[in-house]
T-cell receptor
Framework: GAGVSQSPRYKVAKRGQDVALRCDPISGHVSLFWYQQALGQGPEFLTYFQNEAQLDKSGLPSDRFFAERPEGSVSTLKIQRTQQEDSAVYLC??????????FGPGTRLTVT | AQSVTQLGSHVSVSEGALVLLRCNYSSSVPPYLFWYVQYPNQGLQLLLKYTSAATLVKGINGFEAEFKKSETSFHLTKPSAHMSDAAEYFCAVSDSSGTYKYIFGTGTRLKVLA
């Protein structure tokens, strides 16, 4: 079946703009994760959903970051008033049971 | 708190030589451990996982890893490197309960020399 898809694949935003990043998980996967990967670093956890419930948002770096999954399927990560330090690849992963995660190709965000 | 350390940010091997990528973890609860590979401009692909069954885990593309609790290690090996193995490799740990969120190492870039 289809894997995890993310859109857009590339996004350039001017500093101060709002952006929205979309994740389509594998059908039937209950768990959904967002990670942020800075250049040359490993991915870092941002937030976790089980169905539509956001159970862990401890990794969100500031209140400018907001994530939702209203119907327990597609998820959107929104960043308000983007800053240069937000430039990174944002990875989405989904899982049937949480233990094994399947990753999408990521969205590369560049803030100028 | 959990953490992962990958020794060696860059590793070079000759084609046909042994590949050894090191990973040490810290966890206060029984961990789940994973190795992922990332090719340029792509997402992460699971190579193998340890979830408290056999300590020697075999994965895709000829890779394997051994969980050693006494050494808190989960090193990745492959007997004979191929040019197509050149990529970035990430070790990750998650707890066996709760959210299962991953803690990743900083990655090791593998270069394979002809």
């Amino acid at each position: 079946g289809a894997g995890v898809s993310q859109s857009p694949r590339y996004k350039v935003a001017k500093r101060g703009q709002d952006v929205a990043l979309r994740c389509d998980p594998i059908s039937g996967h209950v768990s959904l994760f967002w990670y942020q990967q800075a250049l040359g670093q490993g991915p870092e956890f941002l937030t976790y959903f089980q169905n539509e419930a956001q159970l862990d948002k401890s990794g969100l770096p500031s209140d400018r970051f907001f994530a939702e999954r209203p119907e327990g399927s597609v998820s959107t990560l929104k960043i308000q008033r983007t800053q240069q330090e937000d430039s990174a690849v944002y990875l989405c992963a989904s899982s049937r049971d949480g233990a094994e995660q399947y990753f999408g190709p990521g969205t590369r965000l560049t803030v100028t | 708190a959990q953490s992962v350390t990958q020794l060696g940010s860059h590793v070079s091997v000759s084609e046909g030589a042994l590949v050894l990528l090191r990973c040490n973890y810290s966890s206060s609860v029984p961990p789940y451990l994973f190795w992922y590979v990332q090719y340029p401009n792509q997402g992460l692909q699971l190579l193998l996982k340890y979830t408290s069954a056999a300590t020697l885990v075999k994965g895709i593309n000829g890779f394997e890893a051994e969980f050693k609790k006494s050494e808190t290690s989960f090193h990745l090996t492959k007997p004979s490197a191929h040019m197509s193995d050149a990529a970035e490799y990430f070790c990750a740990v998650s707890d066996s309960s709760g959210t299962y969120k991953y803690i990743f190492g900083t990655g090791t870039r593998l270069k394979v020399l002809a």
